[in-house]
C-alpha cells in the first residue's frame, strides 16, 4: 500500500468563508497546525452548525495526522451538506488513511458523481486503486486528474506506481520521482545548492536515502551501479551505516535525521540523489535487475550469532516475521496473527523470532502449545543493523510477511518465503513467484484467504527440512 499524498481541498470557495476561518486556514496552510485549530475551534464555539468550520476543523486534524477524529467530523459534515463534493472527497481520504478502502472508494466515487471534474477526488481514487492493486484503474484516474490539471505531482506519482505494480519500470519511475520534495512522501534532502544528479558519471555524488530502512536497504541495490562510473558518498538511517560502508567501501555518514551536518564539505560534490530515484538510470527492464546479493553482515557478529544459534541444537535455524507496515501501509492485510502460523511453527526446525518490536505473544504460544520461538531484543531493536544483518546472514531460511526483513535476507543473499497479500505493494508485483529485485526470494501468493498460503508453506518447509537432513 503507498504511503497517502493527503490530496485536499478546504471546504467553499474564500468569498463564502468567514474572516475568522480565512485566518485559520492561512495558518494551517503555513504548518501553524495548534494555532490554527484554536482559532477554528473557538469560531465552532459561537457556530455550532457551520459547515465551513467543521470541515476546516478536519482538514487541520488531517494535515496534522489525526485521521480518527477528522473522519468524525467529516461525516458530521456529510449528513449536513450531502451535496458537497468536498466532504465527500475528504472523508473518502480519511477512510483510505484508515485502511477502509471499501468506504473510502464509495466517498470519492460519490465526490466525483458530484462534480466529475474534482482532480483531488479523481487522484485519491487512483491512489486507492494502486493501494489495491488495481493499476489499470489506477492509471485511468490519474490519466483524467492529469488532464485537467498537468501540474498536479500527486497524479503523475500515483500514475508511475500503477506502472511500476505492473512492471513498465521505465514509464513508472519518472512519475515516482514527482514524489520526492522537501515536503512530500519521499522527503528530499537538500545540500545547500548542490543539484539533482541527472546521470552524467565522473562526478562526486551524495546518495541519501528517504524514505523507511526497508526502502533504504531495497534501492541500495542501484549503489554498485552509481559507483561504477562515479565517487560515491552515502548518507543514510545511522542504523545502517557500519553496513553500507562494508557493504559498498566508501564513505557513509548516517546522519541521514540531522538537521545540521558538515561533511559535505570535505567531499565537494558535484550533485545529489535520492536512493529510490537510483533505478530511474539503472532498472528500465526486467533484465537490468541482476537479483544478486549487495550486502555484507559483520563477519564478528556472524561468529558471535552462529555460536548462539549452534547451541539450539542442529536442527536448521529459520527465521519468521508474521507483522509488518503501519494502518496506512496495508498493516491489517499485510499482517498475520501468531496463532495463524501453527502449521508452519509445527515443522521440524528451530524458530528465530525477526519482529521488530515487543512480541508478548510468543511467550503465550509457548504456553499454550509448547512451541519456542527463540526472541532476541538486542537483534531486532537495536541501533544497530549490523546487529540484525548478521542475525539473518546466519540463518538457513527467513519465512516472513512483506515488511523490512525480506529486504535484508534478499540483499544477503539468504533464501526468503514471502507470504505476499492480494493487493502486495509494487515492489512485489501482481503475479508469478519470484520478484526481480533479489533472486533469493520466493512468493507465496495470497488469492482468498492466508489458510492456502499458509498451508503451502507448512508443506514446502516440511519437504526443504527433510531434503536438508538427507
Known amino acids: 500500500m503507498s504511503k497517502s499524498n493527503l490530496s485536499q481541498k478546504v471546504a467553499y470557495t474564500a468569498p463564502e468563508i468567514p474572516r475568522e476561518l480565512l485566518i485559520a486556514d492561512s495558518l494551517r496552510a503555513n504548518g501553524n497546525l495548534d494555532e490554527a485549530l484554536r482559532r477554528c475551534t473557538s469560531y465552532m464555539n459561537d457556530n455550532f452548525e457551520s459547515v465551513p468550520a467543521i470541515v476546516l476543523a478536519a482538514h487541520i486534524l488531517i494535515d496534522s495526522k489525526r485521521i480518527g477524529l477528522a473522519q468524525a467530523l467529516l461525516k458530521l459534515a456529510s449528513k449536513m451538506d450531502p451535496e458537497s463534493p468536498i466532504i465527500w472527497n475528504n472523508l473518502g481520504l480519511c477512510y483510505q488513511e484508515g485502511a477502509d478502502l471499501t468506504e473510502g472508494e464509495a466517498c470519492l466515487i460519490r465526490a466525483l458523481h458530484l462534480d466529475p471534474s474534482?482532480?483531488?477526488?479523481?487522484?485519491?481514487?487512483?491512489?486507492?486503486?494502486?493501494?489495491?492493486?488495481?493499476?489499470?484503474?489506477?492509471?485511468?484516474?490519474?490519466?483524467?486528474?492529469?488532464?485537467?490539471?498537468?501540474?498536479?505531482?500527486?497524479?503523475?506519482?500515483?500514475?508511475?506506481?500503477?506502472?511500476?505494480?505492473?512492471?513498465?519500470?521505465?514509464?513508472?519511475?519518472?512519475g515516482y520521482d514527482r514524489n520526492l520534495g522537501p515536503q512530500k512522501v519521499r522527503k528530499e534532502r537538500v545540500y545547500g545548492r548542490l543539484p539533482r544528479w541527472t546521470g552524467t558519471n565522473g562526478q562526486t555524488v551524495i546518495a541519501y536515502g528517504e524514505q523507511g530502512i526497508g526502502d533504504e536497504i531495497s534501492f541500495a541495490s542501484c549503489i554498485p551501479d552509481l559507483m561504477k562510473g562515479n565517487k560515491v558518498v552515502i548518507e543514510c538511517d545511522s542504523r545502517l551505516t557500519g553496513l553500507f560502508?562494508?557493504?559498498?567501501?566508501?564513505?557513509?555518514?548516517?546522519?541521514?535525521?540531522?538537521?545540521?551536518?558538515?561533511?559535505?564539505?570535505?567531499?565537494?560534490?558535484?550533485?545529489?540523489?535520492?536512493?529510490?530515484?537510483?533505478?530511474?538510470?539503472?532498472?528500465?527492464?526486467?533484465?537490468?535487475?541482476?537479483?544478486?546479493?549487495?550486502?555484507?553482515?559483520?563477519?564478528?557478529?556472524?561468529?558471535?550469532?552462529?555460536?548462539l544459534l549452534d547451541s539450539l541444537g542442529t536442527k536448521k535455524k529459520v527465521g519468521i516475521a508474521w507483522t509488518g507496515g503501519l494502518k496506512n501501509t496495508g498493516k491489517d492485510r499485510r499482517s498475520l496473527k501468531i496463532g495463524d502460523l501453527m502449521p508452519i511453527?509445527?515443522?521440524?526446525?528451530?524458530?528465530?523470532?525477526?519482529?521488530?518490536?515487543?512480541?508478548?505473544?510468543?511467550?503465550?504460544?509457548?504456553?499454550?502449545?509448547?512451541?519456542?520461538?527463540?526472541?532476541?531484543?538486542?537483534?531486532?531493536?537495536?541501533?544497530?543493523?549490523?546487529?540484525?544483518?548478521?542475525?539473518?546472514?546466519?540463518?538457513?531460511?527467513?519465512?516472513?510477511?512483506?515488511?523490512?526483513?525480506?529486504?535484508?535476507?534478499?540483499?544477503?543473499g539468504v533464501p526468503c518465503w514471502v507470504m505476499t497479500p492480494k493487493a502486495p505493494m509494487w515492489r512485489y508485483g501482481m503475479v508469478g513467484n519470484t520478484m526481480p529485485w533479489y533472486q533469493s526470494a520466493?512468493?507465496?501468493?495470497?488469492?482468498?484467504?492466508?489458510?492456502?498460503?499458509?498451508?503451502?508453506?507448512?508443506?514446502?518447509?516440511?519437504?526443504?527440512?527433510?531434503?536438508?537432513?538427507?
Not at 130 to 156: G, M, R, S
Open 245 to 307: 560502508k562494508r557493504s559498498f567501501g566508501c564513505d557513509v555518514y548516517g546522519t541521514r535525521n540531522d538537521e545540521s551536518i558538515s561533511w559535505p564539505d570535505k567531499h565537494k560534490p558535484d550533485a545529489a540523489v535520492a536512493f529510490g530515484s537510483l533505478p530511474r538510470f539503472y532498472r528500465n527492464s526486467d533484465s537490468d535487475f541482476t537479483g544478486e546479493k549487495y550486502l555484507v553482515a559483520d563477519p564478528e557478529r556472524r561468529i558471535q550469532w552462529r555460536a
Open 442 to 470: 520466493k512468493l507465496y501468493r495470497q488469492t482468498k484467504d492466508w489458510d492456502m498460503v499458509i498451508a503451502n508453506v507448512a508443506k514446502d518447509l516440511r519437504s526443504w527440512v527433510s531434503l536438508k537432513q538427507d
Open 118 to 174: 474534482d482532480n483531488l477526488a479523481l487522484n485519491n481514487l487512483a491512489q486507492l486503486y494502486v493501494n489495491t492493486c488495481q493499476p489499470d484503474k489506477a492509471i485511468n484516474c490519474a490519466d483524467k486528474a492529469i488532464e485537467i490539471d498537468t501540474t498536479l505531482d500527486d497524479a503523475h506519482y500515483n500514475r508511475g506506481m500503477a506502472k511500476l505494480q505492473k512492471g513498465e519500470w521505465k514509464e513508472g519511475w519518472p
Open 345 to 412: 511453527l509445527r515443522q521440524d526446525a528451530t524458530f528465530i523470532s525477526l519482529q521488530y518490536k515487543d512480541a508478548p505473544e510468543i511467550e503465550a504460544l509457548e504456553k499454550a502449545h509448547g512451541i519456542k520461538i527463540h526472541h532476541w531484543p538486542h537483534a531486532m531493536q537495536t541501533v544497530n543493523y549490523d546487529d540484525t544483518a548478521a542475525l539473518v546472514a546466519e540463518l538457513d531460511l527467513v519465512i516472513t510477511v512483506t515488511q523490512a526483513a525480506v529486504h535484508l535476507a534478499g540483499g544477503l
